[in-house]
Nanobody, 126 residues
């Protein structure tokens, strides 16, 4: 069974860098069929897709966060990491990592998150 687990500090000061790590077990991060994704949910709001990255380097970032976001992959540790710079209190959220697959059905491409971490609360405050 594939499992994902987020780790990192729960409190970050404004203007600093948020850094979270997702450890993957039960599956290889080098499987290029999958992408490795970060999603967040601010309090009282819906889910927001931050971005994803394949181990081979394919990357997508949300346009609203692209200038501040970086996702990296460490194949030796079977981990991937989110870095979000210049954070503000509006970045306070529960952060999730997830495995993503794309699937071509006829002329359509579907994106599916099949495994999620349990989420970790990150608060941006001085």
């Amino acid at each position: 069974q594939v499992q994902l687990q987020e780790s990192g500090p729960g409190l970050v000061k404004p203007s600093q860098t948020l850094s979270l790590t997702c450890t993957v077990s039960g599956g290889s991060i080098t499987n290029n069929y999958y992408y490795w994704s970060w999603i967040r949910q601010p309090p009282g709001k819906g889910l927001e897709w931050i971005g994803y990255r394949s181990y081979s380097g394919g990357t997508y970032y949300s346009p609203s966060l692209k200038s501040r976001t970086s996702i990296s992959v460490d194949t030796s540790k079977n981990q991937f990491t989110l870095q979000l710079i210049s954070v503000t209190p509006e970045d306070t959220a529960v952060y999730y990592c997830a495995r993503v697959a794309n699937r071509v059905v006829g002329t359509k491409v579907l994106f599916e998150c099949d495994y999620w971490g349990q989420g970790t609360q990150v608060t941006v405050s001085s």
